[in-house]
């Protein structure tokens, strides 16, 4: 997800250094203080106090997702153990782990995605220190029997099958694969299939995995709502002190370079037909002018208030709906465009239709009036978001998992501002090419309509 007031798509190492702070004055998109407090151990603690009495946000994001599972034959374990996590401790089992949670007013849930994993509840401020006690136990102290490790791979089975039963999910896959050729982007969060049927028997695996993830230098504690800096500093040193800092280094291996259109194809006519076209896009980063600069030509260009839009969804009808944008990932990814379709044989001519608006922009850039409207629009509607704890604490986290600092929510809304038509032009010119190009289909026939 491309966090909150952008684009919803198809869809670290070890060491994290703090960035430089905004200088004073300058306007941030959040304007809460983010205090941020180093343990000894490399755990990153993050408060944020907010006006919301009673309440509290207690997150703790963990850097490590699909993106991280580097071996072969054991994809799915990033996922495993957003499940695994549940299980209990040998101070908590699982049922007294939900007991003492209901306690606090708070459910706890959790999820995963390529580059991390996220644990979260949101409950009585005054509850902050049995919060900590028991997540600190569980990231600390898991315990499972190799029963219970195969039962939750069997769960973890179950759902991959239930997701997977749907056309867009197959070809969500077959995308992955099909645009990363080496990168571990080339599989889904949930892993290839024939890894989660073996994955009762990896057990020892499964413990390894845990060993080298599962460690202060790979996960941050958000507190967010009625605290404050030194209360939440303070539990964080009496809870987590004492975990031990990991070496485990994960090395991802990097994605060649895209020479040439590529095209998958899933044959299913039990939905409409479909259409993604997906270019190979930047990492996410909060100094660039990229990121934001493609947030804006995907607004103008691929929103429901488009022309384009206008033009094949209502006034042609030929098209159900579409969107497009990019999404926010440590390394290069996709910028997809995608659309639903009445007609097969109108996927060539759609497909067309997406082109000459990209090239309209490549050659002429975007109306200025519009440009700016789109831009105070984006930095506008994520502002007003930001009205409860939850909501802010899942907006920093976003960035946490990015760049290992909460402060680049303000260091990129920052960028909007700066955004030209020439940003927008050049961006459209450097990633919106046809040899950087996947095309995914979905349709009746055994080619689709494009090839």
């Known amino acids: 997800m491309k966090h909150i007031a952008r684009f919803t798509g198809f869809w670290l190492a070890a060491t994290v250094l703090l960035a430089t702070p905004l200088h004073a004055g300058e306007d941030k998109i959040l304007p809460n203080t983010i205090h941020q407090h180093r343990l000894d151990n490399g755990l990153n603690v993050v408060t944020v106090p907010f006006d919301a009495p009673g309440l509290a946000a207690f997150y703790i994001i963990t850097r490590v997702g699909s993106r991280n599972e580097v071996e072969d034959g054991v994809t799915g374990f990033a996922h495993f153990f957003e499940h695994m996590m549940f299980r209990g401790t040998e101070k908590y089992s699982k049922e007294q782990y939900a007991a003492a949670l209901k306690s606090t007013g708070a459910a706890a849930n959790a999820n995963t995605w390529l580059d991390r994993t996220v644990y979260h509840m949101t409950g009585n401020a005054n509850e902050l220190e049995l919060m900590f006690e028991l997540e600190a136990d569980r990231f600390m102290n898991l315990a499972y029997s190799e029963h219970d490790f195969k039962t939750e791979a069997g769960a973890v089975k179950g759902e991959y099958t239930k997701n997977f039963a749907s056309p867009y999910s197959q070809l969500r896959e077959k995308l992955a694969e099909t645009a990363f050729t080496t990168h571990?982007?080339?599989?889904?969060?949930?892993?290839?299939?024939?890894?989660?049927?073996?994955?009762?028997?990896?057990?020892?695996?499964?413990?390894?995995f845990f060993d080298r993830y599962y460690r202060p230098e790979y996960n941050t504690v958000l507190v967010v709502g009625d605290v404050t800096p030194k209360q939440v500093n303070g539990l964080a040193e009496k809870y987590f002190g004492a975990w031990e800092t990991g070496d485990y280094v994960s090395t991802v291996p990097a994605e060649p370079e895209q020479t040439e259109t590529r095209y998958t194809h899933l044959q299913n006519g039990s939905i409409p037909p479909y259409l993604n076209m997906s270019y190979k896009g930047p990492a996410f980063s909060d100094e660039r002018i990229d990121m934001p600069a493609l947030d804006v030509l995907a607004s103008i260009v691929f929103s429901d208030t488009s022309e384009l839009y206008k033009k094949l969804v209502l006034e042609e009808q030929k098209v159900r709906f579409m969107g497009g944008g990019a999404l926010d990932t440590i390394d290069p990814h996709l910028f997809s465009i995608q659309a639903s379709l009445v007609d097969k044989d109108d996927m060539g001519y759609v497909m067309e239709e997406i082109e000459k608006a990209i090239r309209q922009v490549q050659e002429q850039g975007v109306d200025d009036t519009l440009l700016e409207?789109?831009?105070?629009?984006?930095?506008y509607s994520f502002a007003m978001r930001m009205d409860t704890p939850t909501n802010i604490a899942e907006s920093l986290s976003h960035y946490i998992w990015l760049t290992g600092n909460p402060e680049s929510v303000n260091r990129l809304y920052a960028l909007y501002d700066k955004v030209t038509m020439d940003d927008v032009m050049a961006v459209a010119n450097q990633y919106l090419q046809p040899e950087r190009l996947t095309i995914a289909t979905i349709s009746e026939d055994d080619k689709g309509a494009l090839k």
């Not at 409207?373 to 930095?379: E, M, Y």
């Open 184 to 208: 571990t982007y080339g599989h889904t969060t949930m892993g290839y299939f024939d890894d989660i049927v073996d994955m009762p028997n990896q057990y020892e695996y499964s413990m390894k």
């Open 373 to 379: 409207r789109t831009k105070s629009n984006l930095k």
